[in-house]
Structures are given as C-alpha cells and as structure tokens.
C-alpha cells in the first residue's frame, strides 16, 4: 500500500492510497483530520486484458494493472501529491529552493 498526501490552505491535508493486488487496483482517499484518516471513498477495480490476443498491442490482466496502478500514481503526483515513507515523513524533500526548467511543473500550480 503506498499513500501520498496533499496539502491545502490552513494547515489541512488530503490523503489517496492506492495497492495492486494481483489484477485488481485498490484505491482509497479523504482527508486526515487529527492525524487520522477520515476515508471519502474506496474503489476497487478489476483490470481486464487490453488488446487483441495475439498482437503486439495486447496487455493481460496483469500487465494492464500495473500499467493503470503506475499511471494513476503519476497523474496524483503532477496534481500536487507527494508520496509518504514508512516513516510518515514525504519520500521526496521539503520545498524546493529552486525552479528547474527542464522537468514539467506540477499541474496544481
């Protein structure tokens, strides 16, 4: 299970966790309010193979899910969300003290 968080105005922050079990993407998400999670929703998707069988195109269920689990991990982190270690402290540093031009902004700014 990863989680990652975002920060809104006055000191309030949003949660969206998501697994990958087998073929089937688990996501949940809320708000934290006195550091514990007050859950909004919860979807639980079974991926189907993508595809003709038999072609170059073709993606089993498997491969399908770490495709969807992979992609909705990078659209939550270009809106703003930052991913939580095991220690509860965000995996990537505080803010940052420069701008660098060649990597895309996030889409939240």
Not at 9 to 32: C, F, H, N, P
Request: no cysteine; net charge positive; hydrophobic share 35%.
């Amino acid at each position: 299970m990863r989680e990652f968080r975002q920060r809104l105005g006055r000191g309030q922050e949003r949660y969206w966790m998501i697994d990958l079990r087998k073929d089937t993407v688990i996501t949940s998400w809320g708000a934290v309010v006195d550091g514990k999670h007050r859950e909004h929703g919860h979807t639980e998707d079974k991926v189907q193979p993508k595809g003709k069988a038999d072609t170059k195109a073709f993606m089993s269920a498997k491969e399908n899910a770490v495709f969807t689990h992979d992609r909705a991990i990078r659209k939550k982190t270009e809106e703003g969300y930052v991913e939580l270690g095991l220690d509860g402290k965000p995996l990537l540093g505080g803010a940052a003290d420069e701008i660098l031009h060649a990597r895309p902004l996030p889409k939240n700014l």
